[in-house]
């Protein structure tokens, strides 16, 4: 069993092999998590696990089971109240999004990365973004945004 | 002006009926125009095709068939605002979206930054044309004179009384059919500095959606009974698939077919779940034949064709440039190259479709659904009018999605098992089996006269077909031979007033599959060229951007707007402050398309320690014309300056043995946002009435731009793209 966004959900031992990607896109049917590169390279499968930003494709189903999931569905269930997670708010108002692909990756690491250091300067940003490849180019609104849900939260 | 139409023909009205029209509501229509089958649709749009593709609904509001593809340009953002402008709507009063490709006649393939710049104006009269009809009917529903419906905000104001569009639908289907040569107002153009909506930064709808993981992209569609596919993919560009073998793939459970197509060069499995594909395809064995009779790529270098003197095509030659009596009193040579680059869009392609006696569905993202549509009909010899294109938002484009593979080979998988296939390429196969951007070989060699101008140019290039990279095998010797690529030859005029000029090139078609990527040729010619007036400067003493602006003036005065964005650039960057050690400033500028100027100023760094070369800070100044949406643009620009960034210091794709090398983000490297400058972005306030091109303008000169730079910093002029510290310093 895992805990996949609030839900227990039970993992039959035929898919302990199988990615953490591959299961919540395949099994669990939940689109909004990307796969990019299956390498660990690109960070478009970002999901939380146990709170902390983590590889979708990096990881198999036995390696997670009985630990909590949360993907970009499950990310404004985080906050309190009915709306949005500061870092989507924060996306929308800086219109962050070109083609929109990188970018439930790039909001659920920095969902984590505010949540570890909610105060992070431009070093820290740049340093916990890293790892996440937009192609379109947008980091400068990436960094402005992630600013931005730092202050407003 | 009657221009309602009732009778409208079978062919016509199948879109209207595709598109939702089978009750009331209102819309206006254009003639369907033939294209050419199989080949992408260059067609520009004409004036009445905006007909075709604004219908007002019953409900009151406006739904806007918008013929632009979305991979994150925001394009349909910017038509929806024309259509609000013309039509006085709220931003949640228009709905739009991007129709399959049987409910729209066909329309250009979404590229060349133009989805703005050629779709305003029928986009525009589409709308505006909807609107004076509806005044016209206000008009006889009230009783009052035409004058006297005033625009409100989506309907008119009846002296007094508001009438929503809502209330003006039809009892049936309509159709309108404007006069040839209508005068109807466009807002867009008539309002000029009134318009109420064009020149607002509207949000995009998709923004919550995309957020919240909600977006569909063609990875992520999902039908009931789908299967999914794979294929084997030749391990060679110049593989054929000749024979196969299948040592146990059908047998395994699980497994659907085993389809092996040697007319189609198709190898592949359908299966029950994604996760058996692989295992499959391990159980068949592939016979290939290798060998054409392409050039290899190890001959684009312009040297052996200078050695010739072998250049098929002559772009320029001004001022009898053959003439060996040029006095110049400096002359400086040069070699330039750019490597082959890949889109390396985020999401790797993908396509389902779903072929029966009936009909093909496709579902896939792409550039061109009506060329997709084609290869598809032709690929299962079918009538293109039984395939369907339903296009989905892409995960990035650049150039990389006039075809969509996937929906071909899932397309002759479904054709096999009449149930909807799937097929997902893997980052691998983007890398390797999408065509690339060719690489580039340039040399220059350029005199100054005593008084620092320059006296003569004479620019060589030898590169691969770009617009005509995707023509089919057997066409391409004869095209080849009477076409000269406008796309390999994009950027390569250049801007500056010389005593002479002569501008060769050839287009060499190689083993390697080239096609459409992000600005064409505009980024590899303009770095040679804007390298060259840089290395032309420094070999006088003079100031980079002086000596720029000393070759813009006097023709006429027609270059002023380039001599204008770069003086713009140099104002908001502060050029020619000193710099501390190891830091330098470097400019660049370009017309893109002939339309839109562009300035860039980069700030670099060279790190001794890291062995680092940095962009510290970018700043572009842009004339693209009217702008309808500053924040979308603001965005596009960003994105090329990032690009920049990238073909300067980062990509690079190479060729052994017939295939590409790299395989993932490991192998070949994009921007990271640790690498990723700040960048200031301003946009010129133009007279200038029509918005120009957008998507690929500011690329080309942030390229040079950074190049520039890094020579100011460490006096190592970088040639070959991309560069870094230890290659600057080798």
């Excluded at chain 2, 309509?174 to 807002?187: F, G, H, K, S």
């Excluded at chain 2, 008084?451 to 990279?469: Q, T």
């Excluded at chain 2, 300056?641 to 090398?661: H, P, Q, R, V």
Aim: charged share 20%.
């Amino acid at each position: 069993m895992i805990d996949l966004n609030g839900n227990t959900v039970r993992v039959e031992k035929a898919l302990y092999d199988l990615s953490l990607l591959d299961f919540i896109r395949d099994h669990a049917l939940l689109k909004g998590t990307k796969y990019g590169c299956g390498q660990g390279l690109c960070g478009a499968c970002t999901v939380h696990l146990d709170g902390a930003a983590q590889r979708a494709c990096q990881l198999s189903m036995s390696e997670v089971l009985g630990r909590n999931v949360t993907t970009i569905e499950g990310l404004s269930a985080l906050t309190d109240g009915d709306g949005l997670h500061p870092v989507q708010q924060a996306w929308i108002t800086e219109a962050v999004p070109q083609c929109g692909y990188c970018q439930p990756g790039q909001l659920m690491t920095a969902a984590a990365l505010l949540s570890e250091n909610p105060v992070p300067n431009d070093a820290d940003i740049r340093a916990g973004m890293n790892g996440n490849i937009c192609r379109c180019g947008t980091y400068d609104r990436i960094r402005r945004a992630v600013a931005r849900a730092a202050r407003e939260t | 002006m009657e221009n309602i139409v009732r009778n409208i023909s079978i062919d016509r009205r199948k879109f209207l009926i595709n598109s939702g029209w089978l009750a009331a509501g209102l819309t206006v229509l254009t003639s369907c125009k033939g294209v050419f089958a199989v080949l992408p649709t260059t067609a520009n749009p004409e004036i009445e095709d905006g007909l075709s593709w604004v219908q007002l609904m019953p409900d009151g509001r406006i739904r806007f068939l918008c013929p632009r593809m979305e991979m994150g340009q925001g394009a349909p953002l910017g038509l929806s605002q024309i259509v609000a402008e013309e039509l006085n709507l709220e931003q949640s009063q228009i709905e739009c979206v991007s129709p399959a490709s049987n409910q729209s006649p066909p329309f250009k393939m979404t590229v060349g930054s133009e989805s703005i710049a050629l779709f305003s104006e029928p986009v525009s009269r589409g709308a505006a044309n909807l609107r004076e009809h509806l005044r016209q009917q206000a008009a006889r529903e009230t009783a009052l004179p035409i004058g006297q419906l005033k625009d409100a905000t989506g309907g008119f104001d009846a002296v007094g009384r508001f009438i929503g569009y809502g209330e003006l639908v039809p009892a049936e289907v309509t159709l309108l059919m404007p006069e040839q040569n209508d005068t109807v107002a466009q807002y867009f153009y008539t309002r000029a500095e009134a318009r109420r909506i064009v020149g607002k930064s509207w949000r995009s709808p998709d923004l919550e959606n995309i957020v919240t993981g909600k977006t569909i992209y063609s990875r992520d569609v999902s039908l009931p009974g789908m299967l999914y596919g794979d294929v084997i993919r030749p391990p060679r560009f110049d593989a054929t698939l000749v024979d196969a073998k299948d040592i146990g793939a059908e047998a395994m459970p699980g497994v659907e077919a085993v389809v092996i197509d040697t007319s189609n060069s198709l190898l592949g499995v359908v299966a029950k779940s994604p996760l058996l594909l692989a295992d499959a395809l391990k159980r068949i064995e592939p016979v290939w034949r290798f060998g054409n009779s392409t050039a290899s790529a190890d001959e684009l270098e312009v040297t052996r064709y200078r050695a010739r003197d072998d250049f098929e095509h002559t772009l320029v030659d001004e001022g009898n440039s053959a003439a060996n009596d040029v006095i110049s009193v400096r002359s400086v040579s040069a070699n330039y190259t750019t490597s082959y680059m890949a889109h390396a869009a985020m999401e790797p392609r993908a396509a389902v479709a779903w072929v029966t006696e009936e009909n093909v569905k496709i579902w896939c993202g792409c550039q061109d659904p009506y060329f997709i549509r084609g290869r598809i009909a032709a690929l299962l010899e079918r009538d293109e009018e039984e395939v369907v294109v339903h296009p989905l938002r892409m995960g990035g484009g650049f150039g990389g999605r006039i075809l969509s593979q996937p929906a071909e080979e899932a397309a002759l998988l479904s054709a096999r098992v009449g149930r909807p296939v799937g097929v997902q390429w893997d980052r691998e196969t983007e890398f390797q089996h999408n065509y690339f951007q060719p690489k580039f070989s340039h040399a220059i060699d350029s005199g100054l006269d005593a008084k620092g101008k320059i006296a003569y140019w004479r620019h060589d290039f030898v590169s691969s077909p770009i617009i005509f990279g995707l023509v089919p095998r057997g066409l391409a010797p004869i095209l080849d031979t009477f076409i000269a690529d406008k796309g390999t030859a994009r950027g390569a005029r250049m801007p500056y007033q010389v005593g002479q000029q002569r501008v060769r090139y050839s287009d060499i078609r190689t083993e390697v599959p080239t096609g459409a990527w992000r600005g064409l040729g505009a980024a590899p010619n303009t770095f040679a060229i804007e390298s060259m007036m840089d290395e032309l400067a420094f070999a006088i003493g003079e100031d980079p951007l002086t000596f720029r602006l000393a070759h813009l003036a006097g023709a006429g005065g027609h270059m002023e707007p380039l001599a204008t964005v770069l003086r713009r650039v140099g104002d908001v960057s502060g050029w020619g402050r000193s710099t501390p050690k190891n830091r330098g400033r470097g400019v660049a500028c370009a017309i893109y398309k002939g339309q839109t100027h562009v300035a860039v100023v980069a700030d670099v760094a060279i790190d001794h320690g890291e062995r680092q070369v940095k962009v510290l800070r970018l700043w572009c100044v842009q004339n693209c014309g009217l702008v309808v949406n500053p924040d979308q643009v603001e965005n596009q620009v960003l994105g090329n300056l990032m690009w920049g960034c990238g073909m300067a210091l980062e990509e690079k794709l190479t060729i052994s043995d017939g295939i590409a090398n790299e395989r993932n983000f490991d192998g070949y490297n994009i921007l990271r946002h640790n690498e990723a400058p700040e960048a200031v972005i301003k946009l010129v306030k133009t007279a200038r009435a029509k918005p120009l091109a957008v998507g690929e303008a500011a690329f080309a000169p942030a390229v040079a731009a950074i190049a520039n730079a890094a020579f100011a910093a460490s006096g190592k002029r970088p040639r070959a793209l991309p560069f870094d510290y230890d290659s600057l310093y080798a």
